[in-house]
C-alpha cells in the first residue's frame, strides 16, 4: 500500500533469497539501485519511548561501521503520531552506505520501521538526493496507506 500510495516507479518486491546479506525487513523493495525496507515490530520488541529508537539505531550503526560515521536524528510528528527518524552514513575504504530510517507507532502497538538504503563504491549527490527523496514521499503517504488496509 506504500509504494502504491506513493506512487514509487521501479519497486520491485525482491525475494528473501535476493535479499543481500545484513540487509532485513519484513518487505524488500529494491527501487532503482536502493532498498526500501519495512517491518513491523511487536510492542515487546521496541523500547518504552520512541526516542530512545534513535540511540539505538545510532549506536547500532556506529558499532557496525568501521570508517567514517556521521549520524542525525530527531523525533518528528506525522498526523499526530510522534515519530522518531534517524539518518547515519558510513564511508569506509570499500563503500559507502547511507540509510535512512523512519519509525513510527502502531495503533495495535509496536512500530512500523522503515529504512531507504544507499550502497556504493560512493553515494553521489543525485543518489543521496533519490534516498532523502524516497524518504520524504514514504513519510507523506505511510498514514494514508496504512489506513486503507
Known amino acids: 500500500?506504500?509504494?502504491?500510495?506513493?506512487?514509487?516507479?521501479?519497486?520491485?518486491?525482491?525475494k528473501p533469497d535476493e535479499v543481500p546479506d545484513g540487509v532485513s525487513g519484513d518487505t524488500?523493495?529494491?527501487?532503482?539501485?536502493?532498498?526500501?525496507?519495512i517491518s513491523v515490530l511487536p510492542k515487546d520488541a521496541v523500547p518504552a519511548e520512541i526516542g530512545d529508537l534513535n540511540d539505538l539505531i545510532v549506536g547500532g550503526d556506529a558499532q557496525k561501521c568501521r570508517g567514517d560515521f556521521f549520524a542525525a536524528a530527531m523525533l518528528d510528528v506525522v498526523e499526530a503520531a510522534t515519530i522518531a527518524r534517524a539518518y547515519t552514513t558510513c564511508q569506509t575504504q570499500q563503500a559507502t552506505t547511507s540509510t535512512y530510517y523512519f519509525a513510527m507507532p502502531r495503533k495495535q502497538g509496536g512500530l512500523y520501521f522503515t529504512k531507504i538504503i544507499a550502497t556504493g563504491v560512493e553515494v553521489p549527490p543525485l543518489i543521496e538526493r533519490a534516498i532523502k527523496e524516497l524518504d520524504a514521499k514514504v513519510r507523506r503517504v505511510i498514514t494514508p496507506a496504512l489506513a486503507r488496509l
Open 1 to 14: 500500500a506504500i509504494v502504491a500510495e506513493g506512487e514509487i516507479a521501479k519497486a520491485d518486491a525482491l
Open 28 to 37: 524488500v523493495w529494491k527501487v532503482a539501485d536502493n532498498l526500501f525496507t
